[in-house]
């Protein structure tokens, strides 16, 4: 077989690239078109020909066939955790999390900072509840990347209260002023990181995700009156998650009327009508 880059060579029947192909009937596909008979894009984005014989040719090289420096190999990975971290943050605030939450102020006192002693870290955990905590991790995940990326492996105290500052709303500010502004500023740093991954770039989201994680967006439970009461009350403050699940503090929240029977006896439970009962 000759070792030309003409596919009509390759034994595809088609003219070279980019040339129209008699050989191809009407009503093929355009990579055929293009390539000649037999040729096929593949899911990594490379364009392929299967001879008879079973040998392959690539024709053309997947867009995510490419070699990385290793400050793009870094930027990319640290763009792939903000770009992870922003629908659960977004999550979280959407069911109702406020740092200026008495327990979140608790927290930050107990804590200090960012860098924390287990000790610390430990205390901080309990007097947060869950909504905070998944809030707190999906900050952290996007605020180590960050400092990475500016300061390398190590950075100062004083730069990381900084970076907490800039990039989400923090105890003692609103969230309704100052949670637009921090938004565009992790914008901004996504940005930056897309910029410096190179080609990575064409792997990664042209932008941070702007709403909260998709995997409920369809689920009836969260669209239900129920879920809408239950996290009101966390909201609140009125659900204890250090409390018994089911005792009147910390209830259950039931899916349907049916799954809201079979709970044990004697406990409280949100229905999806939105009301708080007792399983009698």
């Known amino acids: 077989m000759p070792k030309v880059s003409d596919p009509s060579a390759l034994g595809l029947g088609g003219p070279p690239r980019g040339a129209p192909s008699a050989a191809t009937p009407a009503g093929g596909d355009d990579v055929e078109r293009q390539w000649g008979r037999g040729a096929k894009r593949y899911p990594d984005g490379s364009i392929r020909y299967l001879s008879p014989g079973g040998k392959w040719t690539i024709l053309e090289e997947s867009p995510t066939n490419f070699k990385l420096t290793e400050d793009q190999g870094k930027a990319q990975t640290y763009a792939r955790l903000m770009a992870a971290s922003e629908p659960d943050y977004l999550s979280a605030v959407s069911e109702g999390y406020d740092p200026n939450h008495w327990r979140a102020l608790i927290a930050r ?22 909504l905070q905590d998944r809030a707190q991790q999906a900050e952290f995940l996007f605020q180590d990347p960050y400092l990475k990326s500016m300061t390398g492996a190590a950075s100062s ?38 910029i410096r991954s190179g080609p990575a770039k064409a792997t990664l989201p042209a932008k941070l995700p702007s709403g909260p994680a998709t995997l409920a967006a369809n689920d009836p439970l969260r669209q239900s009156k129920g879920y809408s009461a239950y996290f009101s009350a966390v909201k609140q403050g009125r659900i204890d998650k250090s409390k018994k699940l089911g005792d009147e503090a910390n209830p259950y929240l039931a899916r349907s009327e049916k799954q809201a029977e079979r709970l044990p006896k004697g406990s409280y439970v949100y229905l999806p009508d939105g009301s708080l009962g007792v399983v009698r």
């Open 109 to 130: 006192a107990v804590e200090g900072g960012h860098k924390r002693n287990p000790i610390q870290q430990m205390m901080g955990s309990f007097a947060r509840n869950d």
């Open 157 to 194: 105290g004083g730069e990381d209260i900084k970076s907490e500052v800039v990039l989400a709303t923090q105890p003692g500010q609103s969230m309704s002023v100052m949670g637009p502004q921090t938004r565009r500023t992790r914008e901004e740093v996504y940005q930056a990181a897309l």
